[in-house]
C-alpha cells in the first residue's frame, strides 16, 4: 500500500543532462550527430540491449530524419526536429505513448567543442509511471554519459592534426 501511495506521489517526468568537452572542430562533431547513419559508431544502445535493431529511414540527416528500433524492452522512433551549425534537436516515442524532447547542442569553446546533451521526458503510465521515470531517469544519465564519451573519442580520432585523445573522465575506482 504504502508503494502505491509512493507511486502516485512520485514525478512522472525525468529530465537529463550531460556534457562533455571534445578536442575536436563542431564541423566533426556535427557530421557525426547530424546523420542517423553515423549513430552506430557512437550510441551505446547496443551495448545496453543487445536485442535493438534499428532502421534508418531515408533521408538519414536533416529535419525529419527519422529512425525506429525494436528491443524485447521495447520499441521507439526518433526524428530529427532541428538541426543547425550548433545544435540537433529531436523527438522520441517510446512504446507509442511516452515523449520525449532533446537536444545535443556542440559549441566552439577556443580550439575545443563543448557538447552537451539534455532529454526532457513524461512516462504516462498509471500508478507507476514515478517508478518508471526514475529509471528511465538512471538508464539515461549513464547512457547518454557513454554517447558523449563514445562521440568525444570519434571526433578527436577523426580530426586530423591531433595525435592524441584527451581524457578527462573521473574514475569511481580511485584508480589513476
Not at 34 to 62: L, M, R, Y
Request: aromatic residues 8%; charged residues 15%.
Amino acid at each position: 500500500m504504502i508503494s502505491l501511495v509512493i507511486g502516485l506521489m512520485l514525478s512522472p517526468q525525468y529530465t537529463v543532462h550531460k556534457s562533455i568537452k571534445v578536442n575536436a572542430s563542431s564541423a566533426e562533431v556535427a557530421s557525426l550527430v547530424g546523420d542517423f547513419n553515423q549513430w552506430p559508431k557512437w550510441q551505446p544502445w547496443q551495448a545496453v540491449d543487445p536485442s535493438i535493431e534499428f532502421t534508418i529511414a531515408e533521408p538519414s540527416q536533416g529535419v525529419g530524419a527519422h529512425q525506429f528500433w525494436q528491443s524485447r524492452f521495447g520499441e521507439g522512433e526518433m526524428t530529427i526536429t532541428q538541426l543547425d551549425n550548433s545544435q540537433l534537436s529531436f523527438n522520441i516515442l517510446f512504446n507509442k505513448e511516452h515523449i520525449a524532447q532533446g537536444t545535443i547542442r556542440y559549441l566552439p569553446e577556443g580550439d575545443n567543442v563543448n557538447i552537451e546533451c539534455s532529454l526532457k521526458g513524461e512516462v504516462n503510465t498509471p500508478i507507476i509511471g514515478g517508478y518508471l521515470a526514475l529509471l528511465s531517469q538512471y538508464i539515461l544519465n549513464n547512457t547518454v554519459k557513454l554517447a558523449l564519451n563514445n562521440i568525444k573519442t570519434h571526433a578527436q580520432l577523426a580530426t586530423t592534426g591531433k595525435d592524441s585523445v584527451t581524457d578527462d573522465s573521473e574514475s569511481s575506482s580511485g584508480e589513476s
